[in-house]
């Protein structure tokens, strides 16, 4: 299902709204961060490069949209108590949880599984699988607490399609995708709703790392595809659950 990039939204839009991004400090994470701000939401930018969390924050607050909260933690390395220390940090501070969006993730390298490093290869399922479905099991309460709330995996082309030499990304999106359609059935009498979402093609250094040769211009921003994110997290959402969504090329 294609999802519009081309959504209208007001300043309160998600007003009083509780949201936590994963690589909330670069590329799209950031994007989707200052509209998710200035729709009206509160959100958690969980990245573990406390520097740039902190410039993009800064950019939140100077454009005079609601303030974030900074929690830096690498995925790489967190282990149970510390995703069971962020349950009870947002319980304890917000009560509820009304959105979680997996951006964060690495691309490892681009090869064949024949040849793939192991030690990359389990880096890559760590931050990419692993991480989120910790994530997403200590935060399950907090959503439960919202009236009505998202989850959404970033996924990929290549999650959906295999494709040659995508070694663990290409595998990691595959399980992310089973990972997301498993959770909307599991949830599916609850207040949560659960989708993957295909960013396709933007200007990242991520599709600058997996395209070299491509000529990054002819890519659309961040900037330009994050407002559909906010419509992903609004009310006119709530009849998704369990889909694999596109963004449109507008």
Same mark, same amino acid.
């Given at each position: 299902?294609?999802?519009?990039?081309?959504? /209208? +939204? /007001?300043?309160?839009?998600?007003?009083?709204?509780?949201?936590?991004?994963?690589?909330?400090?670069?590329?799209?994470?950031?994007?989707?961060?200052?509209?998710?701000?200035?729709?009206?939401?509160?959100?958690?930018?969980?990245?573990?490069?406390?520097?740039?969390?902190?410039?993009?924050?800064?950019?939140?607050?100077?454009?005079?949209?609601?303030?974030?909260?900074?929690?830096?933690?690498?995925?790489?390395?967190?282990?149970?108590?510390?995703?069971?220390?962020?349950?009870?940090?947002?319980?304890?501070? +917000?009560?509820?949880?009304?959105?979680?969006?997996?951006?964060?993730? *690495? *691309?490892?390298?681009?090869? =064949?599984?024949?040849?793939?490093?192991?030690?990359?290869?389990?880096? /890559?399922?760590? *931050?990419?699988?692993?991480?989120? +479905?910790?994530?997403?099991?200590?935060?399950?309460?907090?959503?439960?607490?919202?009236?009505?709330?998202?989850?959404? +995996?970033?996924?990929?082309?290549?999650?959906?399609?295999?494709?040659?030499?995508?070694?663990?990304?290409?595998? #990691?999106?595959?399980?992310?995708?089973?990972?997301?359609?498993?959770?909307?059935?599991?949830?599916?009498?609850?207040?949560?709703?659960?989708?993957?979402?295909? =960013?396709?093609?933007?200007?990242?250094?991520?599709?600058?790392?997996?395209?070299?040769?491509?000529?990054?211009?002819?890519?659309?921003?961040?900037?330009?595809? #994050?407002?559909?994110?906010?419509?992903?997290?609004?009310?006119?959402?709530?009849?998704?659950?369990?889909?694999?969504?596109?963004?449109?090329?507008?």
């Amino acid at each position: 299902m294609n999802i519009s990039t081309n959504y /209208t +939204f /007001t300043d309160d839009e998600l007003k009083g709204k509780v949201i936590l991004v994963t690589g909330a400090n670069r590329g799209f994470g950031r994007a989707m961060t200052l509209d998710l701000a200035k729709a009206g939401a509160t959100v958690i930018m969980l990245g573990r490069d406390l520097g740039s969390l902190e410039t993009t924050y800064d950019e939140v607050v100077d454009a005079g949209f609601v303030e974030p909260i900074l929690y830096p933690l690498d995925l790489e390395g967190a282990t149970p108590e510390h995703y069971e220390q962020l349950q009870k940090d947002v319980l304890d501070n +917000f009560g509820q949880l009304d959105g979680l969006i997996h951006n964060a993730g *690495i *691309i490892g390298t681009m090869m =064949p599984i024949e040849q793939y490093d192991l030690k990359l290869w389990y880096a /890559t399922m760590q *931050i990419n699988v692993n991480a989120p +479905f910790m994530l997403t099991q200590a935060l399950i309460p907090a959503l439960n607490k919202s009236d009505d709330a998202r989850i959404l +995996f970033l996924s990929s082309s290549v999650g959906r399609h295999a494709r040659a030499y995508w070694g663990a990304y290409g595998v #990691s999106k595959f399980a992310i995708e089973g990972l997301s359609k498993t959770l909307s059935e599991e949830l599916e009498k609850t207040n949560i709703k659960t989708n993957s979402l295909d =960013p396709r093609r933007m200007r990242t250094k991520m599709r600058q790392t997996a395209y070299p040769a491509e000529n990054a211009d002819n890519n659309p921003t961040p900037e330009s595809m #994050s407002p559909a994110i906010v419509y992903l997290m609004s009310k006119q959402s709530s009849a998704l659950n369990g889909e694999q969504l596109t963004l449109a090329l507008d």
